[in-house]
């Protein structure tokens, strides 16, 4: 079992910036890769970016391409995702998840080959 608990959502203008955290617990953290995704009402879970389990790959969505930057801290057994330059069409509910393929290069962008997900944390970018 992982769990994994967002923060660090919140209203913020647009052009501003966020970092979300992820803190997972249950297994060992370094091992495997992770992944965001968001959702916005009404539409379908998207992919935002993902990371290895050592970090040496990285995978992002083409809207947040060059504005989001994802990171892991396998001490504090979190991953960040920097959010700069949002955008009003940014505002979505983001998910962290956990891809349990064991020292893999893998940053999936499929929401099927993650087995653990976050509750979410809000986020909304006003215009």
């Known amino acids: 079992q992982v769990q994994l608990v967002e923060s660090g959502g919140g209203l913020v203008q647009a052009g501003g910036s966020l970092r979300l955290s992820c803190a997972a617990s249950?297994?060992?953290?370094?091992?495997?890769?992770m992944g965001w995704f968001r959702q916005a009402p009404g539409t379908e879970r998207e992919f935002v970016a993902a990371i290895s389990f050592s970090g040496g790959t990285t995978a992002y969505g083409d809207s947040v391409k060059g504005r989001f930057t994802i990171s892991r801290d396998n001490a504090k057994n979190t991953v960040y995702l920097q959010m700069n330059s949002l955008k009003p069409e940014d505002t979505a509910v983001y998910y962290c998840?956990?891809?349990?393929?064991?020292?893999?290069?893998?940053?999936?962008?499929?929401?099927?080959?993650?087995?653990?997900w976050g509750q979410g944390t809000q986020v909304t970018v006003s215009s």
């Open positions: 998840a956990a891809d349990l393929v064991y020292y893999s290069h893998r940053a999936s962008e499929a929401a099927r080959d993650y087995d653990y």
């Open positions: 249950g297994r060992t953290f370094s091992s495997y890769a």
